[in-house]
């Protein structure tokens, strides 16, 4: 029978819905039949890994920061326990808005808006394991951890942890060179000293904590434990815990007692200022301090801005600025031994030189006086020295006014020079020493308040004034190379880096950074000079040293800084004469006469280094009123048999 095509059967709907359905099953199925034949075979044991990570946490241990001491091994720097307020990210909310309003209100808890509280959450997270806490503040109060504990609802995942902060048992002893720490920015991180560590790390920022971080900062140790479905720690869930290591410690050359008497000699004054004390042949800082200061553990707590403005505003004389080692300042007449050097060695006059002391020189038209007028009348070096003859040096610095010899010789003994001190300091703290080229050159950058060079220039150069620019730390090391004999010492607070167990791993001994040389007897008779100062019946500090049993080398200086500034008090001293041990520099801002501030302020730190042998002097005059030899001491001082006759006469410096 033949079929017409509409007469065959036909395939049913249903059936065809029917093999599609079961041959996308069949492809579902085998896609993941492979999915879990890869997630169990290929990938299994990375999986298993990373499961078990879920199930563990890890957190890092703060590791505490060494020590700094004094030379006697009295504390100055160490650490104490603080609080800080931490928060575990996996308890915050999944919703961006609720999140932001919970972080809001633990921001409030310290004072933090919610910007802040953000980055310092996103630094934490790069240093810690996914999940653990991150540290929003430290140095928070008790009363925090109270009311987190009647609030738990309310700041889930929040809590306040012990950490270690800085301790300063001496409090605002010597501020501006022990420094102070913070955690380090994501711009420290790119370069500089803090590359290797990590963001949110603490580590030196300034003064001594930053020159020696590497040796102070420990090494974080890591805590590993087990944690439940919530991520909340489980009993005994413990692992692997690698303690932290401590930083080592670092042993400084102050003297405590010597520290205490400059700090206490400006805080008598009550005026800026600043002082420096340095054995002439090391360079180790026996002591150094700047006026006003302030207390270091501030710094320990967040800053306000108000706190910051305190601090370094100039109404507030600038706290934070070290005036011993960053300065500008003129020096008065305490710059006469350079000008006396460069004369001497470049044969501009010699030690029998006479000059006529009338009151004053004139030069161009130009009146240039003595202090208050003083007529000296006919004077050579020593003399001139002695009773700080502004004329004399006026002579001189006109006479080299056509040569760079006083610019030479500020350089050769380290002013305007960088010192090399293991203190990290501003761009241009190494002062300025103007010169002919210097002027041109600012005139030729448009500076108008800038002078041509001319003999007044250097007149005034002559006596530490005009644009002279230093500090009494390159005073002091100018100083250190005439007692020394012409070493240029590099100035140095470091003296030992020690293990914290107390074993000294090495010594801090930079050495001298070069040798400038000096002819003998141009220094003995400048020696004799400034020993006259000190002793001599026309000498300008003669009334404050009359009583001190000690031979001292010194000089005054009093330097005129302009309206609205009073004059400014110098005072250098050399100890004991005639071969020093070491050079104390001394400046009080607006303090008027160096006799009458900077001296007795000077004298103050003399006592203290020589307090062992003072007070073998007054036990022996106790016993006897005539007098006998002294002999050497611990201290290097030798007290001479009979010391030389003193008024409270004298012009000033």
Do not use: C
């Not at 004399?392 to 020079?417: H, N, P």
């Not at 003669?542 to 200086?557: D, H, L, N, R, Y």
């Amino acid at each position: 029978m033949y079929l017409r095509p509409e007469d065959r059967a036909r395939p049913s709907r249903m059936a065809l819905r029917i093999a599609v359905v079961g041959g996308v099953a069949v492809a579902l199925f085998a896609i993941l039949f492979f999915r879990l034949w890869s997630l169990q075979i290929i990938d299994g044991a990375s999986n298993l890994a990373e499961a078990k990570n879920n199930r563990t946490r890890s957190a890092k241990i703060i590791a505490p920061r060494g020590k700094i001491v004094a030379r006697n091994g009295d504390v100055l720097v160490d650490n104490r326990t603080s609080l800080a307020l931490q928060v575990d990210p996996t308890k915050l909310p999944e919703d961006p808005a609720e999140e932001a309003a919970e972080l809001k209100q633990i921001g409030e808890l310290v004072h933090l808006k919610l910007p802040q509280v953000r980055k310092r959450i996103a630094e934490e997270e790069k240093i810690v394991a996914a999940g653990a806490p991150l540290t929003i503040r430290r140095g928070v109060g008790y009363d925090l951890i109270y009311y987190i504990e009647e609030h738990k609802g309310k700041f889930p995942g929040v809590t306040v942890e012990k950490v270690f902060v800085r301790n300063y048992p001496e409090e605002d002893e010597a501020a501006q060179i022990l420094g102070h720490t913070g955690e380090v920015s994501e711009k420290e991180l790119e370069s500089g000293p803090y590359v290797g560590t990590e963001p949110g790390e603490v580590v030196g920022k300034e003064g001594l904590e930053y020159s020696y971080d590497k040796i102070l900062r420990g090494t974080p140790g890591i805590s590993r434990y087990q944690v439940n479905a919530m991520g909340e720690p489980t009993p005994g869930g413990n692992l692997t815990s690698t303690p932290p290591q401590p930083g080592d410690n670092l042993k400084l050359t102050i003297n405590p007692a010597m520290q205490k008497a400059g700090e206490a000699a400006l805080a008598e004054r009550g005026l800026p200022g600043a002082f420096v004390s340095m054995n002439v042949k090391t360079g180790e800082i026996l002591a150094m301090g700047s006026a006003p200061t302030y207390d270091p553990s501030v710094w320990t707590k967040p800053l306000s801005n108000k706190q910051y403005e305190e601090l370094s505003s100039e109404e507030t004389g600038d706290p934070l600025f070290n005036r011993a080692t960053s300065s500008a300042y003129p020096t008065g007449s305490t710059y006469k031994i350079i000008t006396a050097l460069a004369g001497l060695e470049n044969g501009v006059f010699t030690p029998d030189t006479v000059v006529d002391d009338t009151g004053s020189i004139e030069v161009g038209g130009q009146t240039f006086e003595n202090s208050e007028g003083e007529i000296n009348g006919p004077i050579t070096l020593v003399p001139a020295l002695e009773k700080s003859s502004d004329v004399f040096f006026y002579t001189q610095g006109y006479k080299m006014w056509k040569t760079d010899y006083l610019q030479e010789w500020s350089a050769k003994m380290g002013i305007g020079r960088p010192t090399g001190i293991d203190l990290p300091l501003p761009p241009g703290a190494e002062g300025l020493v103007p010169s002919k080229k210097w002027t041109e050159e600012e005139i030729a950058d448009g500076n108008e308040y800038i002078e041509s060079w001319g003999p007044g220039q250097n007149i005034q150069l002559a006596v530490g004034q005009g644009y002279l620019q230093t500090d009494p730390l390159e005073m002091g090391i100018a100083y250190a190379a005439l007692g020394n004999g012409g070493t240029i010492v590099t100035p140095h607070l470091g003296k030992e880096v020690m293990d914290p167990a107390g074993r000294v791993l090495r010594e801090i001994d930079p050495g001298p950074r070069r040798h400038v040389k000096i002819d003998p007897g141009y220094r003995q008779l400048i020696m004799e000079g400034l020993h006259d100062v000190t002793s001599g019946p026309g000498g300008t500090a003669t009334s404050v040293f009359k009583e001190f049993p000690i031979p001292i080398a010194g000089k005054t200086g009093t330097a005129e800084r302009g309206f609205p500034h009073a004059n400014q008090a110098w005072f250098i001293s050399l100890a004991p004469y005639p071969n020093p041990d070491i050079v104390t520099v001394v400046t009080i801002e607006e303090g008027g006469f160096g006799a009458e501030t900077a001296a007795p302020a000077n004298k103050q730190i003399l006592e203290a280094y020589f307090a062992h042998q003072l007070k073998q002097e007054a036990e022996k005059e106790g016993e006897s009123e005539t007098g006998e030899a002294g002999e050497a001491t611990e201290t290097g001082a030798y007290v001479e048999e009979e010391a030389p006759p003193a008024t409270e006469t004298g012009g000033v410096g």
